[in-house]
């Protein structure tokens, strides 16, 4: 069973930077896409940025510039830094992974991690 476990979540002030991590266990095998998703309060969950195993990504418009995901397949591990952080970027933070894990297709969600961005 694949789970996926986020942290490095806290509270910044507005200019600061966060790095969110992202552990997916239960499996050896890379898998395809890995995502950042957020929801902020009263919001949709929206997408943030997605990167495929071979590290190709894509940004949502309002990280494009500010945010680098990448990830290492060998550990993998999922990474989010955020930069000029922003209050609107305020939201629980969601790890995503899609793909094949033997014959089985997953589209697995982690907890989330809460940032908080203070103005």
Request: charged share 15%.
């Amino acid at each position: 069973q694949v789970q996926l476990v986020e942290s490095g979540g806290g509270l910044v002030q507005a200019g600061g930077s966060l790095r969110l991590s992202c552990v997916a266990s239960g499996t050896s095998t890379s898998i395809n896409t890995m995502a950042w998703y957020r929801q902020a309060p009263g919001h949709q969950r929206e997408l943030v940025a997605r990167v495929s195993i071979d590290g190709r990504a894509n940004y949502a418009d309002s990280a494009k510039a500010r945010f680098i995901i990448s990830r290492d397949n060998a550990k993998n591990m999922l990474y989010l830094q955020m930069n000029s952080l922003k209050p609107e970027d305020t939201a629980v933070y969601y790890c995503n992974a899609v793909g094949w894990v033997g014959p089985t297709f997953i589209n697995r969600w982690g907890q989330g991690t809460q940032v908080t961005v203070s103005s």
